[in-house]
């Protein structure tokens, strides 16, 4: 696949060096090399306009001067203090942090781990980390421990941090976000002591099934979900079907279906969507340090899943990864189908009819067995990627 949405965007470390180079396209030059004068860092402008900023690097490839840089480059607030070994573990804590790892264990040490030291100074809590995709993300983590979730599967790996943790809330967290708000337990906390059952700083709105238009469904994202641990027990926990999304939306709507309350709260983050994936299913050399640098806009990480999207996950030109999303939709129709008819009886079940058909014409409509055609090619993809690296 080319690498159209980040042509261009290098880093090398070399003799103590880092070195980052940004095509035209990516930053604004002058104010980089504004920023980079600021730093007294090493800068060089090429002729096609892209830009070269080098640093000196310790201890790996993000030394805290080009974080800082790319913070300011992108409008963020300045990089956290980094965390070393944590203190010993709260006694009691009264949140329950849980990052599942899947392929962004640099970002999440440099990153979301530090966002959380430094918010979260109030109350104490824990972070449970659930590594459940790269296999370094052990050893780039080793100072927090956490345990390894076999599945790969992003619902089971939430259930297997719910299961380890010892809060009285239990927050949820992707990999690929910062958190910037030092009251946001406080404020999570304050409206389930309102009475909503769970809030989440990020919902989405999915509007469209099987090519038709329903009425739209609320999916509240880890960004982070927050949520009693009692009341994510008695709902039943993550539906561990999922394995390539759509975990979010089931819980959202099986909350709703127990008559609870799932509402939104303002907390002030940073959620680079798609990092996790992009890792997994197209990199490029060095981007999980460009990642964990913030060097690449979020928009752009969009734009590179989007090109592999497009091209999916085939087999006998059937998109495996289009087919896997439909099948848990259909899942998930079929399991609220009571529910979703006193919305919309007829929209939901013409939504499911379509999922259907297009389950069929891939060779057998049974969502568990187009699931698991779904995962062999997976692993024949990453033993590919594995080869060429």
């Not at 259909?330 to 939901?348: C, E, P, T």
Request: glycine share 8%.
């Amino acid at each position: 696949m080319s690498p159209s949405a980040l042509s261009g965007l290098a880093l090398t470390v070399d003799a103590g060096t880092v070195e980052v180079r940004c095509p035209p396209q990516m930053h604004d030059r002058a104010r980089a090399r504004e920023l980079a004068a600021q730093h007294g860092l090493p800068f060089a402008a090429e002729p096609d306009g892209a830009w070269r900023v080098r640093a000196p690097s310790v201890l790996g490839a993000c030394p805290r001067a080009l974080k800082a840089l790319f913070a300011e480059l992108g409008g963020f607030p300045a990089p956290y203090p980094e965390v070393g070994a944590p203190a010993a573990r709260a006694a009691a804590p009264l949140v329950s942090c849980i990052i599942v790892v899947n392929h962004n264990a640099l970002f999440v040490r440099e990153q979301l781990i530090p966002s959380l030291f430094a918010n979260t100074r109030a109350q104490p809590f824990e972070v449970v980390l659930v590594h459940n995709g790269a296999t370094d993300s052990e050893a780039l983590l080793a100072a927090f421990g956490g345990v390894r979730c076999a599945s790969g599967a992003v619902s089971a790996a939430y259930n297997a941090g719910a299961a380890l943790a010892r809060g009285r809330y239990l927050a949820f967290f992707h990999d690929d976000c910062i958190l910037d708000d030092a009251r946001w337990v406080e404020k999570c906390a304050a409206a389930l002591e309102q009475g909503a059952a769970a809030v989440a700083a990020e919902f989405r709105r999915l509007e469209r099934i099987g090519g038709t238009d329903v009425p739209a469904l609320p999916v509240a994202k880890c960004v982070p979900l927050f949520i009693g641990a009692g009341e994510f027990a008695s709902a039943g926990r993550f539906d561990e079907f999922h394995y390539l999304g759509y975990e979010d939306l089931d819980f959202t709507l099986r909350l709703a279906q127990l008559g609870k309350r799932v509402e939104p709260v303002d907390l002030r983050l940073r959620h680079f969507d798609g990092m996790s994936s992009v890792l997994k299913y197209c990199p490029l050399p060095g981007l999980a340090a460009l990642f964990a640098l913030t060097a690449v806009p979020r928009s752009a990480i969009l734009r590179r899943f989007r090109e592999f999207a497009e091209r999916g996950l085939r087999r006998d030109g059937t998109d495996y990864m289009r087919l896997a999303l439909d099948a848990q939709l259909f899942h998930v129709l079929m399991k609220y189908r009571d529910f979703l008819a006193a919305i919309d009886a007829r929209a939901y079940a013409r939504a499911a009819e379509r999922l259907a058909a297009a389950l069929e014409r891939a060779g057998g409509g049974n969502p568990a067995s187009i699931l698991a055609r779904f995962k062999s090619l997976e692993r024949e993809h990453q033993a590919a990627l594995q080869a060429a690296a």
